[in-house]
């Protein structure tokens, strides 16, 4: 809705639908890759699928540029939300990565680590469901190594985890 995209909240659409598009229209997605949740907040998406995360931004008037942004989800070192309050009707998620953002490209040059924001209209969308559909992504994707086994030594009572 126009509301929505006016106070950058995003509402959840179809998500086989832009699977579709983001696999013939707009070739982006791996053969393997599905889209399984999309949000659109006026002109912009965010596309959650289970080999990344990608933020469609649409630029200028007229929306002709795009910038796309893909972030794989083994980049994403963790992430929080936040449930709607009684006079709030929108719910946050925000994710936290290793990748660089560059925020100025002239001296001094301002380099910080990327994290997103991403606030849902909480009627529609179930912002406990969201948590679980990121920590299923971050914590147990098929894209994590799971074959490095922590060893854990016991040092003057406290617990030292090292990976060896």
């Known amino acids: 809705s126009l ?8 509402k959840e659409i179809d998500a086989a639908e832009l699977d579709a598009k983001f696999h013939f229209d707009i070739p982006m997605l791996l053969k393997e890759e599905k889209v399984l949740r999309a949000f659109s ?13 990608i933020i469609v931004d649409c630029k ?10 893909s972030i794989p989800w083994r980049n994403v070192d963790g992430f929080e939300f936040e449930t709607a309050g009684h006079l709030d ?7 936290y990565t290793n990748v660089s953002e560059v925020s100025s490209y002239g001296p001094p040059r301002s380099c910080g680590l ?8 909480a009627k529609d969308t179930d912002i406990y469901e969201m948590g679980n559909l990121a920590a299923d992504l971050t914590l147990f994707g098929d894209n994590h ?6 060893q854990v030594e016991y040092i003057e009572e406290d617990i030292v985890v090292s990976v060896g």
Do not use: C
């Open 89 to 95: 009707s929108d719910a946050e998620i925000y994710a």
């Open 41 to 53: 907040a006026g002109r912009d998406m965010y596309l959650y699928t289970n080999r990344r995360m």
């Open 145 to 150: 190594s799971d074959d490095v086994v922590p």
């Open 114 to 121: 990327l994290h997103t924001k991403q606030s849902i209209i």
């Open 3 to 10: 509301s929505a995209g006016f106070w950058d909240q995003s």
């Open 60 to 69: 200028g008037l007229s929306g002709q540029r795009v910038k796309y942004k």
